[in-house]
Nanobody
Framework: QVQLVESGGGLVQAGGSLRLSCAASGRTSRSYAMGWFRQAPGKERAFVSGINWSGDITDYEDSVKGRFTISRDNAKNTVYLQMHSLRVEDTAVYYC???????????????WGQGTQVTVSS
């Protein structure tokens, strides 16, 4: 019903920046909260950031506060994650997800993208 496709991942040196995008298609007329999650090898998929439908409420995992910014453009059906001051420990596959209700855990999200790899080198 809702399809999500991430893009913008890649290889970057520590201290660098990337902007991830998540394009939504399908039943985008519904109001969805959006989230970004990441999963590093051998670790659980973890919440990174979330944003409500109107974009005026956001939340961030502690380790990315002040470095990452989530935003959305509903006219373009796109959510973004601007990432600055990247660290090696930020290396992971990043996933976007959509939820009908606000959630900060993976179980609260209904739709998921395929993921995009972010690799931060020292």
């Amino acid at each position: 019903q809702v399809q999500l496709v991430e893009s913008g991942g890649g290889l970057v040196q520590a201290g660098g920046s990337l902007r991830l995008s998540c394009a939504a298609s399908g039943r985008t007329s519904r109001s969805y909260a959006m989230g970004w999650f990441r999963q590093a090898p051998g670790k659980e998929r973890a919440f990174v950031s979330g944003i409500n439908w109107s974009g005026d409420i956001t939340d961030y995992e502690d380790s990315v506060k002040g470095r990452f910014t989530i935003s959305r453009d509903n006219a373009k059906n796109t959510v973004y994650l601007q990432m600055h001051s990247l660290r090696v420990e930020d290396t992971a596959v990043y996933y976007c997800a959509a939820a009908r209700l606000w959630a900060t855990t993976k179980d609260g999200y209904d739709y998921w993208g395929q993921g995009t790899q972010v690799t931060v080198s020292s």
